[in-house]
Structure formats: C-alpha cells, structure tokens
C-alpha cells in the first residue's frame, strides 16, 4: 500500500518522527518495523502512522523542519479519525519511504 507520512527533517538533511522516538532516524529506502513506545500525553496506537493523501491539519505541516514523504507500507490497519485530524489514517507495521516530496 502506498500512503504519505509527515516526517522531521532535521539540518543534516536525515528524517525521523515528529513525536513518538523522535530520537530515531528513518532512511530512505529501506524497510523498518513498527515499534511500540508508549509517550506520555499521547494514546498508544502501536505501528507507523500515515495517511491516504499529505493532509494533517491538526499538525503543523510547513516550514524546513516539517516534510511529507511518499511511503510503503505493509501490514496495513485503517484508523478512522475525524476530517479535522486528516481522516483516515494508516497503521503499519512496516515502512518504507519512497520518496521526499518537499
């Protein structure tokens, strides 16, 4: 399944999440498993979350810490959320990004 996912783009260039282990770095490329890390202030949705097109308005998505990405996913779970979060999102167990969009 294709999807898109809002990453952190750090100075060097590299990406990782915007919340949950932000600590990790995700190439490009190659296939990561989902871990699950509970935060608090946040619920526990274990798996990497992504969406069906680049729409998070819940989230600030601009600037040149913020990029969306084309990914892969695989072992795939559909999340219902209201339109005000994006939608639909994506729960995967595995992830991969294709490509950076901007």
Avoid at 33 to 59: M, N, S, V
Wanted: charged content about 25%; overall charge positive; proline content about 8%.
């Amino acid at each position: 399944m294709t999807g898109y996912k809002l990453f952190r783009r750090y100075r060097d260039g590299s990406l990782g999440p915007l919340f949950i282990n932000r600590r990790l770095r995700v190439p490009i490329g190659v296939w990561l498993k989902a871990e699950a890390h509970r935060t608090p202030g946040y619920a526990f949705r274990p798996g990497w979350h992504a969406a069906l097109r680049p729409y998070a308005p819940h989230l600030r998505t601009t600037g040149p810490d913020r990029v969306w990405c084309l990914v892969a996913l695989r072992g795939t779970k559909r999340y219902e959320r209201p339109e005000s979060q994006g939608g639909t999102w994506i729960l995967a167990q595995y992830l991969k990004v294709r490509v950076v969009l901007g």
